[in-house]
C-alpha cells in the first residue's frame, strides 16, 4: 500500500511552496463550530483507506451536519474517487435525488 501511495505521488507530483501553504492554511482553520449551521442537504463521501484524513474526521463531520448522508468507500484512500468508480454514481444520485 505504501509502494502505490508512492506511485500515486510521482504520477501527479505537486509543488513544494503551494502544498505547503495550502497545509499550513488547512492547519490554521477550524470550522467546527459552524458545522450544525449548514442546513443544506450533505453528502460526505470518504476511503476507508485515507492516509492524510482519517476516516473519523468523516464520521465527525456526518454527526455534526445535520441529516447529513455518510458514505464510507471500502478500498479507498485519499482520493477516493480513483480508487472507488461508484463513488461517482453515489454523488451522481445524490446530487439528482429530490430533497
Known amino acids: 500500500a505504501i509502494a502505490e501511495d508512492i506511485a500515486q505521488r510521482l504520477r501527479f507530483p505537486i ?6 501553504a495550502q497545509l499550513k492554511a488547512a492547519l490554521g ?30 464520521r465527525i463531520l456526518a454527526r455534526r ?3 447529513a448522508e455518510l458514505h464510507v468507500h ?3 484512500g485519499h482520493l477516493y474517487f480513483t480508487d472507488a ?7 451522481a444520485d445524490f446530487l439528482g435525488a429530490d430533497g
Not at 509543488?15 to 505547503?20: D, I, M, N, V, W
Not at 476507508?48 to 473519523?56: F, G, K, N, T
Not at 468508480?85 to 454523488?91: G, L, M, N, Q, Y
Open 74 to 76: 471500502h478500498g479507498a
Open 85 to 91: 468508480p461508484e463513488a461517482d454514481h453515489r454523488v
Open 65 to 67: 451536519i445535520r441529516d
Open 29 to 58: 482553520h477550524d470550522a467546527g463550530k459552524r458545522l450544525g449551521q449548514i442546513g443544506a442537504r450533505t453528502l460526505v463521501v470518504h476511503g476507508d483507506e485515507d492516509r492524510v484524513v482519517p476516516v473519523a474526521n468523516a
Open 15 to 20: 509543488e513544494s511552496a503551494p502544498y505547503l
